[in-house]
């Protein structure tokens, strides 16, 4: 199946829209490969909507798997403490 696509810009603004279509796309594969590979301007909002996929597919028995995750933003996800929780790769230091 085909994975599902982070957009280029994932802030604020577009984190409620990314959320709602991330849920939608999880309750039709529950395990979903997520494709963040687009993502260039993106702020913390970016792992909420992750994270929102992430506990659907816990509810649902499923399972994501994040790919091409930018530096910057495995970054900050190691900031935030999250990046077991996503399944992320660490960044050397």
């Given at each position: 199946?085909?994975?599902?696509?982070?957009?280029?810009?994932?802030?604020?603004?577009?984190a409620s829209d990314a959320a709602q279509a991330l849920v939608a796309?999880?309750?039709?594969?529950?395990?979903?490969?997520?494709?963040?590979?687009?993502?260039?301007?993106?702020?913390?909002?970016?792992?909420?909507?992750?994270?929102?996929?992430?506990?659907?597919?816990?509810?649902?028995?499923?399972?994501?798997?994040?790919?091409?995750?930018?530096?910057?933003?495995r970054i900050l996800a190691q900031v935030y403490g999250l990046s077991?929780?996503?399944?992320?790769?660490?960044?050397?230091?």
């Amino acid at each position: 199946m085909k994975p599902f696509c982070l957009p280029v810009v994932l802030t604020h603004a577009q984190a409620s829209d990314a959320a709602q279509a991330l849920v939608a796309a999880v309750q039709a594969q529950p395990r979903l490969a997520i494709d963040a590979s687009a993502l260039q301007h993106f702020d913390s909002s970016a792992l909420a909507v992750l994270l929102v996929g992430m506990r659907e597919a816990k509810r649902l028995g499923g399972q994501l798997q994040v790919q091409g995750l930018p530096a910057r933003a495995r970054i900050l996800a190691q900031v935030y403490g999250l990046s077991d929780v996503l399944q992320l790769p660490t960044v050397p230091a």
